[in-house]
Nanobody, 114 residues
Framework: QVQLVESGGGLVQPGGSLRLSCAAS????????MGWYRQAPGKQRELVAQ???????NYADSVKGRFTISRDNAKNTVYLQMNSLKPDDTAVYYC????????WGQGTQVTVSS
């Protein structure tokens, strides 16, 4: 049974930082492209960042220079370091694992507000 469990969300002031984690089980983690997506109220889910099995990274233009995705294959965990957070970053953030199959986590809420 595949499980992706996100953690690290919360309420933060504009300009602050958060680090999201996603712990995976039930998959050969090192073979998967891992990604973070987000969905704000009334908007479609969008890609935030991806890291391939070869550690190639891809970012949405809106987060370049502020967010960093990384992975620890020994811990089956992918991270999203989010700095200089803006109110527009407010959303539910979802972890994604993609190979021949695609799997999703349950999401973690990030709220950026003063």
């Amino acid at each position: 049974q595949v499980q992706l469990v996100e953690s690290g969300g919360g309420l933060v002031q504009p300009g602050g930082s958060l680090r999201l984690s996603c712990a995976a089980s039930g998959i050969i983690f090192s073979r998967y492209t891992m990604g973070w997506y987000r969905q704000a109220p009334g908007k479609q889910r969008e890609l935030v960042a991806q890291i391939t099995s070869l550690r190639n990274r891809n970012y949405a233009d809106s987060v370049k220079g502020r967010f960093t995705i990384s992975r620890d294959n020994a811990k089956n965990t992918v991270y999203l370091q989010m700095n200089s957070l803006k109110p527009d970053d407010t959303a539910v953030y979802y972890c994604n694992a993609a190979n021949f199959n695609t799997h999703w986590g349950q999401g973690t809420q990030v709220t950026v507000s003063s």
